[in-house]
């Protein structure tokens, strides 16, 4: 048993008809929104990266707006009830190829058609239960971050400085460096000593043998 033909399909359409698109290309964006709801399948579409999405988007538009304008229905209330597209005229051109041959080129065209419906109760019931949780939780977000806005800013707080006297050496490093220098300079004071102790023996061993030279 077949369905309805796709020119008797119940609700409310619009047809772009000629568009220079293949119809495998806008088939695949179709398929996305297919039995969506009116606001998700702009939601899809505005997300979707492909160049059939904005003409589609477009056409979804139309179709809600003749549901609206023309059978006064409710745009909240509206889904994709069906989606294609047909195939349209294909012109052909050729281009030159090698060895003066030519290679065709075809350029395909389609028709895209978008029908909305209004959704029965029950999946009419379900969306707005999910839309209104949907909005009580943005609501809740929005006010969470006024508050968090609203919240004054603690001051911060430094840690008192440690006070280091002139004397004083922090870095242990830096003590043993002053501890070998220290030790060298008495090393030094040592030898110098030493040096100042042999030269005045000397002295008085040459001032000895002077005197003896003497007499």
């Known amino acids: 048993m077949t369905g309805p033909k796709t020119n008797e399909r119940l609700g ?22 297919r039995g969506e709801d009116v606001q998700s399948a702009a939601e899809i579409l505005a997300g979707t990266t492909r ?71 029950d999946r009419l019931e379900l969306l707005r239960v999910a839309r209104s949780a949907q909005a009580a939780a943005s609501r809740s977000r929005r006010v969470a971050s006024s508050r968090r806005r609203d919240e004054p800013v603690p001051a911060p707080q430094y840690e008192p400085s440690v006070q280091v006297e002139e004397n004083e050496i922090v870095n242990p490093a830096m003590e043993a460096e002053v501890e070998t220098t220290e030790s060298d300079e008495v090393a030094v004071d040592e030898s110098m000593n030493e040096e100042e102790a042999g030269e005045a023996n000397a002295d008085e061993t040459v001032s000895d043998d002077t005197t003896e030279e003497t007499k």
């Open 12 to 33: 409310t359409r619009a047809t772009l008809k000629g568009y220079h698109m293949s119809a495998s290309k806008a088939r695949v964006v179709l398929n996305l929104i």
């Open 51 to 121: 160049e059939a999405a904005g003409v589609i988007g477009k056409v979804l538009a139309s179709a809600v707006a003749n549901a609206v304008n023309n059978d006064s229905m409710n745009a909240e209330e509206l889904y994709v009830s069906a989606a294609y597209a047909d195939e349209g005229i294909t012109m052909k051109r050729f281009t030159p190829r090698a060895r003066g041959r030519a290679a065709k080129i075809r350029k395909r065209s389609c028709h895209i058609t978008v029908i909305v419906s209004r959704l029965d109760e």
